[in-house]
C-alpha cells in the first residue's frame, strides 16, 4: 500500500481548530514536495499548503496566517494545522506528492498545483459550520 492516507477530519464551527494527518507507507517522502488539498463540492480541486524538506512553506492566499503545514520525514508523515476556521474551508481534503522540491507551486495558481502531483490519498471531510 503505497497511496497516502489522511485523517483528522471532522465537523467544527466557524472559530475553531482541526489538525489533519497525512501518512505514507510503503514508500519515501523524504525527496518529495508534499502538499495538501481541498475540493469543495461543485469546485475545483485547489492546492493549500506546500512544503519540501528544509524548504519553505507555500501556502494559497486563502488560508495564510490560518493553517501550518509541517512534516516529519523520519515517520513519513505530514501535518496540516488549521486555526480560525471558517464556513468556506468546508471542503475533502487530500494529501499529495510531487518529486522535487515544492518551486514548482511557488508561482502557479493554486488550481494548477493538482496538475504537478501524484500519490493521491483518498481524502478526509472538513465541515465547517457558522
Known amino acids: 500500500q503505497i497511496q497516502p492516507v489522511e485523517s483528522g477530519g471532522g465537523s467544527v464551527q466557524a472559530g475553531g481548530s482541526l489538525r489533519l494527518s497525512c501518512a505514507a507507507s510503503?514508500?519515501?517522502?523524504?525527496?518529495?514536495?508534499l502538499a495538501w488539498f481541498r475540493q469543495a463540492p461543485g469546485k475545483e480541486r485547489e492546492g493549500v499548503a506546500a512544503?519540501?524538506?528544509?524548504?519553505?512553506?507555500y501556502y494559497a492566499d486563502s488560508v495564510k496566517g490560518r493553517f501550518t503545514i509541517s512534516r516529519d520525514n523520519a515517520e513519513n508523515t505530514m501535518s496540516l494545522q488549521m486555526n480560525s476556521l471558517k464556513p468556506e474551508d468546508t471542503a475533502m481534503y487530500y494529501c499529495?506528492?510531487?518529486?522535487?522540491?515544492?518551486?514548482?507551486?511557488?508561482?502557479?495558481?493554486?488550481?494548477?498545483?493538482?496538475?504537478?502531483?501524484?500519490?493521491w490519498g483518498k481524502g478526509t471531510q472538513v465541515t465547517v459550520s457558522s
Open positions: 499529495a506528492a510531487h518529486r522535487g522540491s515544492c518551486e514548482v507551486v511557488r508561482y502557479t495558481d493554486k488550481v494548477r498545483w493538482p496538475l504537478y502531483f501524484y500519490r
Open positions: 510503503g514508500y519515501t517522502y523524504s525527496n518529495d514536495c
Open positions: 512544503l519540501y524538506t528544509g524548504g519553505t512553506p
